[in-house]
Protein backbone atom coordinates (compact mmCIF):
# COMPACT_ATOMS: atom_id res chain seq x y z
CA UNK A 1 0.00 0.00 0.00
CA UNK A 2 1.22 3.13 -0.69
CA UNK A 3 2.06 5.56 2.39
CA UNK A 4 3.59 8.95 2.86
CA UNK A 5 5.35 9.71 5.47
CA UNK A 6 6.42 13.32 6.54
CA UNK A 7 9.01 13.71 9.49
CA UNK A 8 8.75 16.73 11.14
CA UNK A 9 6.09 17.48 12.99
CA UNK A 10 6.36 21.12 13.39
CA UNK A 11 9.13 23.38 11.53
CA UNK A 12 9.92 27.27 12.40
CA UNK A 13 11.46 30.10 10.06
CA UNK A 14 12.47 33.13 10.45
CA UNK A 15 10.35 35.88 7.71
CA UNK A 16 12.36 36.34 4.72
CA UNK A 17 14.34 33.01 5.20
CA UNK A 18 13.99 29.83 3.04
CA UNK A 19 12.24 26.85 4.88
CA UNK A 20 12.37 23.45 3.76
CA UNK A 21 9.50 20.68 4.45
CA UNK A 22 10.33 17.27 3.85
CA UNK A 23 8.18 13.78 2.53
CA UNK A 24 8.76 10.46 1.30
CA UNK A 25 6.86 8.30 -0.19
CA UNK A 26 6.53 4.48 -1.14
CA UNK A 27 4.70 3.49 -4.11
CA UNK A 28 5.52 0.31 -6.57
CA UNK A 29 3.85 2.74 -9.40
CA UNK A 30 5.93 4.91 -12.00
CA UNK A 31 3.34 7.05 -13.26
CA UNK A 32 1.55 9.36 -10.37
CA UNK A 33 1.30 12.88 -9.03
CA UNK A 34 1.96 14.39 -6.03
CA UNK A 35 0.92 17.38 -3.89
CA UNK A 36 1.34 19.96 -1.30
CA UNK A 37 -1.38 21.22 0.15
CA UNK A 38 -1.39 23.82 2.51
CA UNK A 39 -4.33 24.39 5.72
CA UNK A 40 -4.23 27.32 7.38
CA UNK A 41 -5.95 27.68 10.67
CA UNK A 42 -9.34 28.44 8.77
CA UNK A 43 -8.64 25.00 7.78
CA UNK A 44 -9.45 25.12 4.28
CA UNK A 45 -7.12 23.03 2.17
CA UNK A 46 -5.63 24.87 -0.63
CA UNK A 47 -3.13 23.82 -3.29
CA UNK A 48 0.17 24.96 -3.12
CA UNK A 49 2.16 23.12 -5.74
CA UNK A 50 1.65 19.69 -7.73
CA UNK A 51 4.83 17.45 -9.59
CA UNK A 52 3.88 14.83 -12.67
CA UNK A 53 6.38 11.89 -11.79
CA UNK A 54 7.48 11.40 -15.25
CA UNK A 55 8.69 14.83 -15.34
CA UNK A 56 12.29 15.58 -14.49
CA UNK A 57 11.79 18.99 -13.93
CA UNK A 58 11.10 20.26 -10.58
CA UNK A 59 7.80 22.35 -10.17
CA UNK A 60 7.98 25.85 -8.86
CA UNK A 61 4.90 28.03 -8.30
CA UNK A 62 6.38 31.64 -7.41
CA UNK A 63 8.25 31.34 -3.89
CA UNK A 64 7.38 27.48 -3.71
CA UNK A 65 9.67 25.17 -5.41
CA UNK A 66 10.15 21.57 -4.53
CA UNK A 67 12.77 19.18 -4.83
CA UNK A 68 11.70 15.82 -6.74
CA UNK A 69 13.92 12.57 -5.91
CA UNK A 70 12.19 9.65 -8.07
CA UNK A 71 14.77 7.21 -7.19
CA UNK A 72 15.27 8.01 -3.50
CA UNK A 73 11.14 8.57 -3.51
CA UNK A 74 10.96 11.89 -1.73
CA UNK A 75 9.40 14.91 -2.25
CA UNK A 76 10.38 17.81 -0.49
CA UNK A 77 9.05 21.53 -0.23
CA UNK A 78 10.94 24.74 -0.41
CA UNK A 79 9.24 27.65 0.68
CA UNK A 80 11.75 31.38 0.18
CA UNK A 81 11.20 34.59 1.20
CA UNK A 82 8.71 33.35 4.17
CA UNK A 83 6.00 35.68 4.66
CA UNK A 84 3.33 35.48 8.30
CA UNK A 85 0.85 34.54 5.57
CA UNK A 86 2.89 31.09 4.99
CA UNK A 87 2.00 30.24 8.76
CA UNK A 88 -0.18 26.64 8.60
CA UNK A 89 -0.12 23.21 8.09
CA UNK A 90 1.32 21.75 5.15
CA UNK A 91 0.49 18.19 3.93
CA UNK A 92 2.15 16.16 1.40
CA UNK A 93 -0.01 13.88 -0.70
CA UNK A 94 -0.10 11.06 -3.90
CA UNK A 95 -2.13 10.62 -5.94
CA UNK A 96 -3.49 6.97 -6.03
CA UNK A 97 -6.34 6.25 -8.87
CA UNK A 98 -7.57 9.60 -8.37
CA UNK A 99 -8.10 9.76 -4.33
CA UNK A 100 -5.33 11.59 -2.28
CA UNK A 101 -3.07 9.44 0.50
CA UNK A 102 -1.64 12.37 2.72
CA UNK A 103 1.28 12.35 5.01
CA UNK A 104 0.42 13.32 8.98
CA UNK A 105 1.42 17.33 8.32
CA UNK A 106 4.32 19.60 9.31
CA UNK A 107 2.80 22.77 11.61
CA UNK A 108 4.95 25.57 9.98
CA UNK A 109 5.39 29.07 12.32
CA UNK A 110 6.55 32.18 10.80
CA UNK A 111 8.77 34.35 13.17
CA UNK A 112 8.05 37.95 12.63
CA UNK B 1 -17.58 32.51 -5.18
CA UNK B 2 -18.14 28.80 -7.41
CA UNK B 3 -15.56 26.89 -4.71
CA UNK B 4 -16.63 23.98 -3.50
CA UNK B 5 -19.21 24.60 -0.01
CA UNK B 6 -19.98 21.82 3.03
CA UNK B 7 -23.43 22.15 5.15
CA UNK B 8 -23.59 22.56 7.60
CA UNK B 9 -19.90 24.08 9.06
CA UNK B 10 -20.79 22.98 12.42
CA UNK B 11 -22.77 19.99 13.91
CA UNK B 12 -22.80 18.66 17.52
CA UNK B 13 -25.17 16.06 18.22
CA UNK B 14 -25.68 12.75 21.22
CA UNK B 15 -24.29 9.89 20.52
CA UNK B 16 -26.67 7.30 18.71
CA UNK B 17 -28.35 10.34 16.58
CA UNK B 18 -28.23 10.46 12.61
CA UNK B 19 -26.45 13.29 11.19
CA UNK B 20 -26.77 14.41 7.31
CA UNK B 21 -23.91 16.84 5.46
CA UNK B 22 -24.41 17.87 2.34
CA UNK B 23 -21.47 18.96 -0.71
CA UNK B 24 -21.51 21.05 -3.21
CA UNK B 25 -19.26 20.57 -5.82
CA UNK B 26 -17.03 23.21 -8.44
CA UNK B 27 -20.03 22.96 -11.17
CA UNK B 28 -18.14 21.41 -13.42
CA UNK B 29 -16.34 18.79 -11.65
CA UNK B 30 -17.03 14.89 -12.42
CA UNK B 31 -15.27 13.62 -9.39
CA UNK B 32 -16.29 14.34 -5.88
CA UNK B 33 -14.50 13.25 -3.11
CA UNK B 34 -14.98 13.03 1.05
CA UNK B 35 -12.42 12.49 3.62
CA UNK B 36 -11.98 12.68 7.59
CA UNK B 37 -9.84 14.29 9.41
CA UNK B 38 -8.83 14.35 13.40
CA UNK B 39 -6.67 17.14 15.74
CA UNK B 40 -3.39 16.69 14.19
CA UNK B 41 -4.04 14.19 11.43
CA UNK B 42 -3.30 14.45 7.66
CA UNK B 43 -6.94 13.46 6.07
CA UNK B 44 -8.18 10.11 5.36
CA UNK B 45 -9.72 8.87 2.12
CA UNK B 46 -13.70 7.75 3.19
CA UNK B 47 -15.04 7.71 -0.69
CA UNK B 48 -15.73 9.24 -3.98
CA UNK B 49 -17.90 9.47 -6.76
CA UNK B 50 -17.63 9.55 -10.78
CA UNK B 51 -20.70 11.47 -11.91
CA UNK B 52 -23.20 9.66 -9.76
CA UNK B 53 -21.47 6.03 -9.88
CA UNK B 54 -19.65 5.62 -6.57
CA UNK B 55 -16.42 4.49 -7.37
CA UNK B 56 -14.57 3.43 -4.47
CA UNK B 57 -15.07 3.28 -0.26
CA UNK B 58 -12.81 2.63 2.20
CA UNK B 59 -12.85 0.00 4.84
CA UNK B 60 -12.60 3.50 7.14
CA UNK B 61 -16.51 3.45 5.92
CA UNK B 62 -18.54 1.39 8.28
CA UNK B 63 -21.85 0.35 7.58
CA UNK B 64 -23.29 3.42 9.41
CA UNK B 65 -21.78 5.48 6.69
CA UNK B 66 -23.91 5.91 3.70
CA UNK B 67 -22.85 8.46 1.06
CA UNK B 68 -24.98 9.76 -2.17
CA UNK B 69 -24.89 11.71 -5.08
CA UNK B 70 -27.80 11.10 -7.01
CA UNK B 71 -27.62 13.23 -9.91
CA UNK B 72 -23.77 13.70 -10.21
CA UNK B 73 -24.26 17.25 -8.68
CA UNK B 74 -24.44 17.49 -4.90
CA UNK B 75 -23.29 14.83 -2.29
CA UNK B 76 -24.34 13.74 0.54
CA UNK B 77 -22.96 11.76 3.50
CA UNK B 78 -25.14 10.53 6.02
CA UNK B 79 -23.90 8.89 9.69
CA UNK B 80 -25.98 6.47 11.37
CA UNK B 81 -25.93 6.09 15.21
CA UNK B 82 -23.47 8.52 15.69
CA UNK B 83 -20.75 7.31 18.20
CA UNK B 84 -17.71 9.94 19.88
CA UNK B 85 -15.18 8.51 17.50
CA UNK B 86 -16.94 9.44 14.77
CA UNK B 87 -16.30 13.16 15.61
CA UNK B 88 -13.89 14.53 13.06
CA UNK B 89 -13.57 17.35 10.09
CA UNK B 90 -15.86 16.00 7.05
CA UNK B 91 -13.71 17.42 4.45
CA UNK B 92 -15.51 16.97 0.81
CA UNK B 93 -13.24 17.76 -2.12
CA UNK B 94 -14.17 17.90 -6.20
CA UNK B 95 -12.08 17.67 -9.53
CA UNK B 96 -12.17 17.27 -12.97
CA UNK B 97 -10.98 13.86 -14.00
CA UNK B 98 -7.31 13.37 -12.58
CA UNK B 99 -6.87 17.00 -12.05
CA UNK B 100 -6.05 18.59 -8.85
CA UNK B 101 -8.67 18.27 -6.07
CA UNK B 102 -10.48 21.43 -4.67
CA UNK B 103 -11.69 21.30 -0.59
CA UNK B 104 -14.80 23.00 0.70
CA UNK B 105 -14.23 23.97 4.38
CA UNK B 106 -15.37 21.08 6.23
CA UNK B 107 -18.21 20.11 8.44
CA UNK B 108 -16.66 19.97 12.02
CA UNK B 109 -18.92 17.27 13.98
CA UNK B 110 -18.87 16.52 17.55
CA UNK B 111 -20.36 13.93 19.22
CA UNK B 112 -21.15 13.72 22.74
Known amino acids: AQTVTQSQPEMSVQEAETVTLSCTYD???????LFWYKQPPSRQMILVIRQEAYKQQNATENRFSVNFQKAAKSFSLKISDSQLGDAAMYFC?????????FGQGTELSVKP | DTGVSQDPRHKITKRGQNVTFRCDPISEHNRLYWYRQTLGQGPEFLTY????????KSRLLSDRFSAERPKGSFSTLEIQRTEQGDSAMYLC??????????FGPGTRLTVL
Open chain 1, 27 to 33: TSESDYY
Open chain 1, 93 to 101: AYNQGGKLI
Open chain 2, 49 to 56: FQNEAQLE
Open chain 2, 93 to 102: ASSLQYNEQF
